[in-house]
């Protein structure tokens, strides 16, 4: 059984812009897009709107809640 750890980073702009031209050019479902790079659908929504609605300012700020399963012994 697995239980899970929750870990908060701060992804820069650089990395929040990379993720988001990865995203629009994604050839796989938004949920795989979201596991494979381990930020939920919520985080990868908020990005892309902001990025639309303010440009490269709108990433400023904001970090993610990182969910990871761990295995218990």
Known sequence: ???????????SVQEKYA???A???RQTSVP????EYN???R???EWVYRFQTYG???????SVLK???TTVR
């Open 67 to 69: 969910i990871s399963e």
């Open 19 to 21: 993720l988001i031209v």
């Open 43 to 45: 985080t990868s929504n």
């Open 32 to 35: 795989d897009f979201c596991r």
């Open 39 to 41: 930020i939920s659908k």
């Open 56 to 62: 490269m300012d709108g990433l400023h700020g904001s």
């Open 1 to 11: 059984m697995g239980a899970f750890s929750i870990a908060k980073i701060a992804y």
């Open 23 to 25: 995203y629009q050019n």
